[in-house]
């Protein structure tokens, strides 16, 4: 049961700005139990980026407890290049770097934004793409 306690400096306009920001900040909350494995958590396919969307008013929040929409991976021609790149990268590091570890993520990602003109991508929103190519078996 919430309490309605407010310092005396509260007005109105903080009333506006809560209710407006509340439901995606309770999401992150459900989402967050949910990763820690926190009794009552749910998956909400909620990050921060939708968090702060859904606070902002640029994200809809979806129905109570329902999840929001998975995230469309982008066409081949936006993965191609970190997907590539990851599976040269297999070949070229593979042998001193077995698994993903962070020194290998620390090379990648250095190469990776050494390019910025032509890799065009953040790192942080190709990692997985490159991860995924790195970590690809093609079984022949």
Same mark, same amino acid.
């Given at each position: 049961?919430? *309490?309605?306690?407010? &310092?005396?400096?509260?007005?109105?306009? !903080?009333?506006?700005?809560?209710?407006?920001?509340?439901?995606?900040? +309770?999401? #992150?909350?459900?989402? *967050?139990? !949910?990763?820690?494995?926190? #009794?009552?958590?749910?998956?909400?396919?909620?990050?921060? %980026?939708?968090? /702060?969307?859904?606070?902002?008013?640029?994200?809809?929040? &979806?129905?109570?407890? +329902?999840?929001?929409? &998975?995230? /469309? @991976?982008?066409?081949?021609?936006?993965?191609?290049?970190?997907?590539?790149?990851?599976?040269?990268?297999?070949?070229?590091?593979?042998?001193? !770097? &077995? @698994?993903?570890?962070?020194?290998?993520? %620390?090379?990648?990602?250095?190469?990776?934004?050494?390019?910025?003109? +032509? *890799?065009?991508?953040?790192?942080?929103?190709?990692?997985?793409?490159?991860?995924?190519?790195?970590?690809?078996?093609?079984?022949?």
């Amino acid at each position: 049961m919430a *309490t309605r306690w407010y &310092p005396l400096w509260w007005n109105e306009s !903080h009333d506006g700005t809560w209710e407006r920001i509340k439901e995606a900040i +309770r999401r #992150d909350w459900e989402q *967050t139990k !949910h990763d820690l494995r926190l #009794d009552g958590g749910h998956e909400l396919n909620q990050g921060a %980026a939708d968090t /702060v969307r859904q606070a902002s008013g640029r994200q809809a929040i &979806p129905e109570n407890d +329902r999840p929001n929409p &998975p995230k /469309v @991976i982008g066409s081949w021609d936006e993965a191609e290049l970190p997907i590539g790149y990851g599976y040269g990268a297999r070949q070229k590091y593979g042998a001193k !770097h &077995p @698994i993903w570890d962070d020194d290998l993520e %620390a090379t990648l990602r250095s190469e990776w934004e050494s390019d910025k003109a +032509r *890799t065009r991508q953040p790192w942080d929103d190709a990692k997985r793409l490159v991860r995924h190519g790195y970590e690809y078996k093609l079984n022949l």
